[in-house]
């Protein structure tokens, strides 16, 4: 089976959060159950520097007022998954990040760079390219809005028409764009209507790809089902409803290569769950390397996420005087609303001992987080999959979530009948404010002091499976009932 895998980030090569690494991850795992999975990268620059690419001789018409793209073929670091990387300089060869300048301001041009991308992608799928390039997908896999004017562009395109699976890594980022940008896009007037690109008056990026694409998936059962409510669906709620029947919740995966406490060269030292004693020499030197007070016995908790009120960092800012109180230290990596960013700052100037906050992202400090932490919160409002709970559970470091999305169907709540089972792996709270988050935490910090069955949690935790392998065999699954 040959598939095309399009996205606009995948790591190692380029990252800003966790569409990166599903898309560096599951077609590697696909790779390996015999399905000739391809990349569609659009050429940042920071993908050009890190893949060595020849030129393929394909040259791509894509839009009206931007020039033919070159389509240039390497592969991935991991040496086994190819990469087409779309080479148009005038699109992506820039500083910054791929939706943001240095200031953090989206690109003005946004809807010409990822229209330009989806339109690569039904071009690469249409027979006469295909032929060039040797390599004929029979699916193309988008992932979200910034790929999802394909299926679209597919629709008005008299080649060959190859099924499009669309996933949903995250509904509140739509891709939506005044009316006027439509000419742009090379798309006829025709498909700005209700039953296609429309959305309250302005384009939808998003809106196309859930209209035209021939499957809908998304990233855990629950948010399948969230994401069909008004709460989740932000507006689209009704169109999901009523593709319902082509629509599935498959739950991603994690590297168990890249995220293992026994080999990870990130850590100050390494440990299985066997024996866990080197996650208190992680502690330890984490403790140092912060700036905080080295205690031993001080639960540890951490948190590695964009600043925002999606992901409750706000509920995190009001609680924390009340956590340090109970003896805790907390250690945060992240970015994001800078009104957050600066409360969390305050509160580390005034607990310098029992608080750390590093903006930005580091990958060596989030790994060294979740190997020196006990407790990860992750109290998002709403979390379509998320992978920092499944990262912490392998790392015998016990999350605390709220029961939404993908936290939902990956963490066991500790209760007397999960303990029994010896099933828990962390701790559960519905109501989504700041007063359930912190009396989850104070049971939580009242379970750490029983260290026998903490150590226990751990191990429950540490012996779950989240590899690719699982959801790679689902993914194949679906490719084949679609391609059929």
């Known amino acids: 089976m040959h598939v095309l895998f399009v996205t606009s980030e995948a790591y190692p090569v380029v990252k800003t959060g966790g569409l990166a690494d599903v898309s560096g991850a599951l077609p590697a795992a696909l790779r390996q159950l015999g399905v000739d999975v391809r990349l569609l990268l659009p050429g940042y620059t920071c993908v050009l520097d890190a893949i060595s690419t020849h030129d393929t001789g394909v040259v791509l018409p894509l839009l009206p007022d931007v020039e033919a793209a070159h389509v240039r073929l390497g592969k991935m670091p991991d040496g086994e998954t190819p990469v087409y990387v779309l080479d148009c300089p005038s699109l992506y060869r820039r500083s910054g990040d791929p939706y943001h300048d240095e200031q953090g301001l989206e690109w003005p041009d946004n809807h010409l760079r990822f229209a330009a991308l989806s339109k690569a992608a039904a071009l690469l799928a249409s027979p006469n390219i295909a032929l060039k390039l040797k390599f004929q997908p029979e699916l193309i896999h988008c992932n979200d809005w910034q790929t999802a004017l394909t299926p679209a562009y597919q629709h008005y395109m008299s080649s060959v028409q190859r099924p499009v699976l669309l996933s949903i890594h995250n509904m509140a980022y739509q891709g939506v764009f005044a009316p006027k940008s439509l000419p742009a896009l090379g798309l006829p007037w025709e498909s700005f209507s209700v039953q296609g690109l429309e ?18 998936n998304t990233v855990s059962s629950t948010y399948a ?63 140092q390397q912060l700036g905080l007070a080295v205690e031993p016995d001080a639960p540890l908790l951490g948190c590695i996420t964009r600043l925002t009120e999606q992901k409750g960092i706000d509920w995190v800012v009001q609680v924390l005087p009340d956590i340090l109180a109970e003896g805790a230290q907390f250690v945060i990596l992240g970015s994001g609303d800078s009104k957050l960013e600066q409360a969390l700052t305050r509160l580390a100037h005034a607990y310098p001992q029992q608080i750390s906050v590093t903006l930005g992202y580091h990958e060596t400090l989030s790994h060294r987080i979740e190997a020196a932490a006990d407790i990860f919160l992750m109290p998002s409002r709403f979390e379509p999959c998320g992978l920092n709970q499944m990262y912490s559970m392998r790392y015998g470091t016990l999350p605390i979530v709220r029961r939404t999305g993908g936290l939902a169907d990956t963490v066991i709540p500790v209760t007397p009948a999960h303990i029994d089972q010896h ?62």
């Open 225 to 287: 089902q969230e994401i069909q409510t008004k709460d989740f669906g932000y507006g689209l709620q009704g169109l999901l409803q009523h593709r319902q029947d082509h629509l599935s919740g498959l739950l991603n995966g994690i590297d168990i290569q890249q995220w293992n406490p026994a080999t990870d060269k990130c850590l100050f030292a390494n440990y299985d769950a066997e024996d866990l004693s080197g996650k208190a020499e992680n502690k330890q030197a984490l403790q």
């Open 423 to 484: 099933t828990a792996t962390g701790f559960v709270f519905e109501s989504p404010n700041a007063e359930a988050l912190l009396q989850t935490v104070q049971y939580a910090l009242v379970v750490y002091r029983h260290k026998a069955l903490w150590r226990m949690l751990q191990r429950n935790a540490m012996q779950r499976d989240f590899s690719w392998q699982h959801s790679a065999q689902a993914y194949f699954k679906l490719y084949q009932q679609l391609s059929a």
């Open 199 to 216: 959305f309250y008056g302005s384009v939808s990026f998003l809106k196309a790809g859930l209209f035209y694409a021939d499957w809908l």
